[in-house]
Nanobody, 130 residues
Framework: QVQLVESGGGLVQAGGSLKLSCVAS???????MAWFRQFRQAPGKEREF???????????FYADAVKGRFTISRDHAKNTMYLQMNSLKPEDTAVYYC?????????????????????WGLGTQVTVSS
């Protein structure tokens, strides 16, 4: 059974940093992983794409809103994905989810399309105070 478990969220002041981790357990054909976020004031809306990384090549992709501030990375040996978040802003406040793809998202180039991910974590809250 595949499980994705996020950690590292918390409360930070604007301009501060946090590093999120997502540990994957159980076997799956991992083509890539991504971070998405859900804003509290938009519960019915699709989760917003943040960043993605292809598992073998390590190619990275970012949403414009976080480019230059966030860095996604992965550690094969630990089966772990990270999101280093710097220069945080109040508008980054959200629940952050990690997602795993068995091929639909990355093979089609639609790594930002959340419905095509196969596995999801339960999320970790990030709150940025002004």
């Amino acid at each position: 059974q595949v499980q994705l478990v996020e950690s590292g969220g918390g409360l930070v002041q604007a301009g501060g940093s946090l590093k999120l981790s997502c540990v994957a357990s159980g076997f799956f054909s991992n083509h890539g992983m991504a971070w998405f976020r859900q804003f509290r004031q938009a519960p019915g809306k699709e989760r917003e794409f943040v960043a993605a990384i292809s598992w073998s090549a390590g190619s990275t992709f970012y949403a414009d809103a976080v480019k230059g501030r966030f860095t996604i990375s992965r550690d094969h040996a630990k089966n772990t994905m990270y999101l280093q978040m710097n220069s945080l802003k109040p508008e980054d406040t959200a629940v952050y989810y990690c997602a795993g793809d068995q091929g639909h998202a990355f093979n089609s180039g639609s790594y930002a399309y959340s419905p095509w991910y196969d596995y999801w974590g339960l999320g970790t809250q990030v709150t940025v105070s002004s």
